[in-house]
């Protein structure tokens, strides 16, 4: 059907700086660019512009730039252009609408809305190039009876845990979703850094198996490429019940993405969209979710911490509690903003509630039950900044996961079309060309890049609290102030306006 | 010192702020159990007088009630005769009441503003006891908490056995004479404090010492893991109304020793944990324990700066935030033990010490009696 949509972005080159060399040409997957040997000069359809940058980026005179397309519709305050669009979309096409990446829409970001306290006077800010500062966490259970040796020693006796350097992981990606590259690069900047990557519900490829111990596997509803050989070669194991992007659905893996590697890891069949169910079939009940974690336990030996993964929803406390009661050593929550490969675009932006939120009402929760020492709460979606992993402890959090800004130090520009597999940064996407942009090698000393100034920057920050150690800033609510914020929020966050004393 | 009205009656009280306090701390115990007045405590504290600034000061004494060591020593603040009567009922249903009247002080210039202050010798009835189930401790623990919260202007701040907290708003010297410390009281041991508040109501209950049942701390700092430690502790049933870093602290020790059983030495590498690179250099076994600790108890490590002296029967633990950020002295001279924030609180009374030293940040010193008991 013809389309009434107008093309969202303007290539605009500058045909005096341009050589006609054709490396856009050759760079983008979408075939925006073309030599016209008529005219000797290149030429773009715009139309097919997902505005990723690349050959921006990649063009050696700089002769290349991405516009919004000022073509406007008139002006409505109600229907946004986008919104407009999206109707002839689905007018054109009778299906369901596909976003990828995080929800951008304009809803409030409370990270913006904290501010951090420093030390002046009474109390000294510490220098963490001149004294230690310590950010190194264990996450897992410490709701343990103390037990003595014969001799009076203090017997080790805490469940399995997950020791991090940096209180900041690499959320779950699935191999599927991202490429062989991006997995590499993730699993060889985790063991370098003392983090964990996380495999998504994609399996694990066999070459990675040698990251193990500083890998995280999913169990999701899909159970891809799920065996006892996969749980026993990870570190930790992550019982995914939902996700920040897309709470109360299962995962979508568009059948151009899967290929022959990843059809193999996953055990599923080639070329065909690998839909995992919205919920685990055999769970449909708290109880049935503490058998899912006890039947890991046993199949590993009591020897991995398990991790009970849910999107931040309205009641997120009373299930927390009732996770945390059920056997799970870590809760990870993921924010409505966390992003994602493919999810149905209504459901992204419209369902859930934002993690700062969700993750204070969680650690308050727990405390008032007095069961927060049963569990580690892994706070992700979406965590941008060293100074949103400072707010996030604060509230309450042991460590954050972050995804999206992993995906950007490894290139990708936030294009958000990660569900059509053409990703030019080799990224979201399983086509060999386009894998091989990604260099394994770059890639991980980028993330590790990435992490290392955050670590500076987390340790900055806790210097000017005049606190040393991470685990005196975890739930330290009197360290952030509110500001613009209403008393509503300021409770659920349980926190103080900026202006208010201690 | 100048008090303006208006200042008292518009300024927040303890508990509604959190008041950063700098300070002097001091200790003197005689580890042989010989019994001295609080004279010698009472210079050392006066000596450091420019640390304080008049809006609080305060002394616990061990072993000063010989006669009546088997009774909880319960000293009250009340602001008016109605919080006395509420109470003395509330008292006489939970306690029999061996021995109560107003405390015995001498009004001087400085001290100014005082409430009523009565001293009660109490013991639990045996019956009331049995049936609420509790030991004798936390039933103590439990009255004293429901006097504090409940009573409006009725304030326990010492509930110890054979031990005794002594408090109020002015320089600690001067606190020490109101109470007569220096001719009425004899004990093996003292701990004083001198605040330094940073802003105050000039409320009593909020001078230091800070007590639970017969442990006592004075406190030096400001802490900057405060609302950790306390969103923590407080799952445990501790309630920290004052907004003080020493009642945190107090109840993270009280949830330690008595609830956890821990030493005070596994006490001390919990609150002011070795940094993770020292805990590599130590053995493997202390590796071990100090590691665990670290990983079992994350949320009660105390930061920011402080030097605190924990008095309990029968002895004291000097105790350093791990960067050593403010300052602590610790001296010896025969059976003679000294803790004091400069070491001019310790030269004061004893000039010639055997020993002198400063403890390293998180190091703890804990001097106790030698035969092991009070008396």
Redesign the interface.
């Given at each position: 059907m013809q389309a009434y949509i107008p093309p969202e972005f303007e290539v605009v080159r500058d045909v005096r700086l341009c050589t006609n060399c054709r490396l856009c040409e050759r760079q983008c997957a979408n075939e925006v660019h073309k030599y016209s040997a008529e005219l000797k000069i290149m030429t773009a359809n715009s139309d097919k512009c997902v505005n990723c940058h690349r050959c921006v980026t990649v063009c050696p005179t700089h002769a290349l730039k991405i516009t919004k397309n000022p073509d406007a519709y008139r002006y409505n305050a109600n229907w946004s252009a986008q919104t407009m669009n999206e109707v002839y979309r689905q007018a054109e096409t009778g299906g369901v609408l596909l976003s990828s990446m995080g929800n951008p829409t304009q809803n409030p970001v409370y990270f913006d809305k904290i501010l951090v306290n420093a030390?002046q006077v009474?109390?000294?800010p510490?220098d963490p190039l001149r004294?230690?500062m310590?950010t190194?966490?264990?996450l897992g259970k410490?709701d343990?009876e103390?037990k003595r040796d014969i001799n009076g020693?203090?017997i080790?006796n805490?469940p399995p845990?997950l020791k991090l350097r940096v209180p900041v992981m690499f959320s779950a990606m699935s191999y599927g979703s991202i490429s062989y590259n991006a997995h590499e690069a993730l699993a060889r900047a985790a063991e370098e850094l003392g983090t964990f990557y996380n495999t998504g519900e994609g399996g694990l490829h066999r070459d990675f198996y040698k990251y193990g111990k500083n890998t995280i596997v999913q169990v999701a509803s899909g159970r891809f490429g799920v065996h006892a050989e996969y749980l026993s070669a990870a570190a930790a194991i992550e019982i995914k019940m939902g996700q920040g992007a897309k709470p109360g659905i299962g995962g979508h893996l568009p059948g151009m993405k899967i290929s022959d590697e990843v059809s193999k890891t996953r055990m599923i069949p080639k070329g065909i969209d690998a839909i995992s169910p919205a919920p685990h079939h055999d769970i449909y009940s708290i109880e049935d979710l503490r058998q899912l974690i006890y039947a890991i336990k046993e199949t590993t030996g009591y020897s991995k911490p398990v991790i009970v993964k849910v999107a931040a929803v309205h009641n997120v406390a009373a299930i927390a509690s009732g996770i945390a009661r059920s056997g799970a050593d870590m809760i990870a929550l993921d924010g409505f903003r966390g992003g994602t490969g493919a999810a149905p675009t209504r459901i992204r932006n419209n369902v859930g509630i934002p993690i700062e939120l969700a993750l204070a009402q969680v650690d308050e929760r727990l405390?008032q039950e007095?069961i927060?020492?049963s569990v580690s709460i892994i706070a992700g979606g979406s965590v941008r900044s060293s100074a949103d992993v400072v707010k996030a402890i604060a509230l309450g959090a042991d460590a954050c996961y972050i995804g999206t800004a992993a995906l950007l130090a490894l290139g990708c520009h936030l294009c958000r079309s990660c569900h059509t597999g053409k990703c030019n940064w080799g990224i979201a996407t399983q086509r060999e060309d386009l894998v091989a942009r990604l260099d394994p090698t770059e890639g991980s000393k980028r993330l590790v890049n990435l992490i290392t100034a955050w670590e500076h920057e987390i340790q900055e920050m806790m210097g000017g609290?005049?606190?040393?150690?991470i685990?005196?800033?975890?739930?330290?609510?009197?360290?952030l102030r509110g500001v613009g914020l209403n008393e509503t929020e300021l409770k659920i966050l349980g926190i103080r306006h900026a202006g208010e004393?201690? | 010192m100048y008090f303006n009205d208006l200042n008292l009656k518009t300024a927040p009280l303890e508990g509604e702020?959190?008041i950063?306090?700098?300070c002097a701390v001091s200790a003197i115990i005689d580890r042989a159990g010989n019994k001295m007045t609080g004279k010698k405590i009472i210079r050392s504290i006066a000596t450091m007088h420019d640390r304080s600034n008049g809006l609080g000061g305060g002394f616990a004494g061990y072993g000063i009630y010989p006669d009546y060591k088997e009774y909880y020593a319960f000293h009250l603040f009340y602001d008016n005769f109605h919080a006395k009567k509420e109470t003395e009922d509330f008292l006489i249903q939970h306690f029999e009441v061996a021995y109560s009247a107003e405390m015995k002080t001498r009004k001087n210039v400085s001290i100014q503003n005082e409430p009523v202050i009565y001293r009660y010798f109490l013991y639990p009835l045996s019956k009331r006891l049995a049936n609420s189930l509790l030991d004798e401790e936390r039933y103590v623990v439990k009255c004293v908490n429901k006097i504090n919260a409940e009573i409006n202007g009725a304030f326990v701040f010492s509930s110890g056995k054979n031990m005794g907290i002594f408090k109020g708003v002015g320089y600690p010297e001067d606190i020490g004479r109101f109470y007569l410390l220096d001719e009425e009281y004899e004990g093996y041991c003292w701990t004083a404090h001198g605040r330094y508040p940073?802003n105050t109501p000039g409320w009593w209950g909020g001078a230091h010492p800070f007590g639970l049942l017969d442990y006592s701390i004075v406190h030096n700092?400001?802490?900057?893991?405060?609302?950790?430690?306390r969103?923590?502790i407080?799952?445990?049933g501790y309630k920290c109304s004052l907004?003080t870093d020493t009642e945190v602290i107090t109840y993270i020790i009280d949830y330690l020793l008595r609830v956890?059983?821990?030493t005070l030495n596994?006490v001390a590498k919990v609150i002011s944990?070795s940094?993770?690179?020292t805990i590599e250099e130590k053995s493997d076994?202390e590796q071990?324990?100090e590691?665990?600790?670290?990983?079992?108890?994350?949320?009660l490590?105390?930061?920011?700066?402080f030097s605190i002296i924990f008095g309990f029967t029968g002895g004291i633990m000097a105790l350093n935030d791990?960067?050593k950020?403010r300052s602590m002295v610790c001296a010896e001279k025969g059976d003679i033990a000294y803790v004091s924030s400069e070491e001019c609180g310790i030269r004061a009374v004893e000039p010639e010490l055997d020993k002198i030293f400063s403890p390293a940040g998180g190091e703890p010193v804990i001097y106790t009696l030698k035969n092991g008991g009070a008396e």
């Open positions: 030390s009474t109390n000294p510490i004294e230690p310590e190194v966490v264990y410490k343990v103390l020693r203090l080790d805490l845990q405390r007095g927060r020492d609290m005049g606190i040393n150690s685990e005196a800033l975890k739930g330290n609510r009197l360290m004393s201690m | 702020v959190k950063p306090s700098g940073t700092g400001e802490i900057s893991s405060y609302d950790a430690n969103r923590y407080e799952m445990f907004q956890k059983k821990l596994e944990a940094f993770w690179s076994e071990r324990q590691t665990f600790l670290r990983k079992a108890f994350p949320s490590l105390v930061t920011g700066p791990r960067l950020l």
